[in-house]
T-cell receptor, first 114, second 110 residues
Framework: GAVVSQHPSWVICKSGTSVKIECRSL??????MFWYRQFPKQSLMLMAT?????????EQGVEKDKFLINHASLTLSTLTVTSAHPEDSSFYIC??????????FGSGTRLTVV | QKEVEQNSGPLSVPEGAIASLNCTYSDRGSQSFFWYRQYSGKSPELIMS??SNGDKEDGRFTAQLNKASQYVSLLIRDSQPSDSATYLC??????????WGAGTKLIIKP
């Protein structure tokens, strides 16, 4: 079956620093990658959609200069949270989509900014 | 505004009984419908996908879709304590983005 690997699974960083989260599709080529954020007791909130080789499309209210998304290949997408602040603490989840594979989710990254 | 509505619960069901989860959606153009299970602190896990009207069964799970009523449901037979989780309904739009419901928290009581 389709597998998406997401790393790290958790990270603690100091306020003002940057954090990179990787999302890899291991056994298929992802047409599209989606990045979500989930706060406690809330549903998933789509942050951005990215297609390989093109700029990500950000949802309204998501700062593209703060949440940098790179989708350099069909198997790798990265999300960098720049100048992180405590309010950025959340559960970040990537999802990869490809024809015939549907939507496959990574295991998520718990980010805590102190 | 495309919306997916779910009762947030919690829905409490005795072990061994049938759990019934419901979802309505607003976009008549939606073609693909998904049920995900999410345990606390974990990523969503696909339970069922359904694309055409009617029922689709997979083990203890049955998804039901009624496009005329814009309604999709998930039945869990012989509920087990391990089924206790939040169940998320998701519907895709024309851009292949998933529109998510808020989720229903299901509690299976032993």
């Amino acid at each position: 079956g389709a597998v998406v690997s997401q790393h790290p699974s958790w990270v603690i960083c100091k306020s003002g620093t940057s954090v990179k989260i990787e999302c890899r599709s291991l056994d298929f080529q992802a047409t599209t990658m989606f990045w979500y954020r989930q706060f406690p007791k809330q549903s998933l909130m789509l942050m951005a959609t990215s297609n390989e080789g093109s700029k990500a499309t950000y949802e309204q209210g998501v700062e593209k200069d703060k949440f940098l998304i790179n989708h350099a290949s069909l198997t790798l997408s990265t999300l960098t949270v720049t100048s992180a602040h405590p309010e950025d603490s959340s559960f970040y989840i990537c999802s990869a989509r490809a024809t015939g594979y549907g939507y496959t989710f990574g295991s998520g990254t718990r980010l805590t900014v102190v | 505004q495309k919306e997916v509505e779910q009762n947030s619960g919690p829905l409490s069901v005795p072990e061994g009984a049938i759990a019934s989860l419901n979802c309505t959606y607003s976009d008549r153009g939606s073609q693909s419908f998904f049920w995900y299970r999410q345990y606390s602190g974990k990523s969503p896990e696909l339970i069922m996908s359904i694309y055409s009207n009617g029922d689709k069964e997979d083990g203890r799970f049955t998804a039901q879709l009624n496009k005329a009523s814009q309604y999709v449901s998930l039945l869990i037979r012989d509920s087990q304590p391990s089924d206790s989780a939040t169940y998320l309904c998701a519907v895709n739009d024309s851009n292949y983005q998933l529109i998510w419901g808020a989720g229903t928290k299901l509690i299976i009581k032993p």
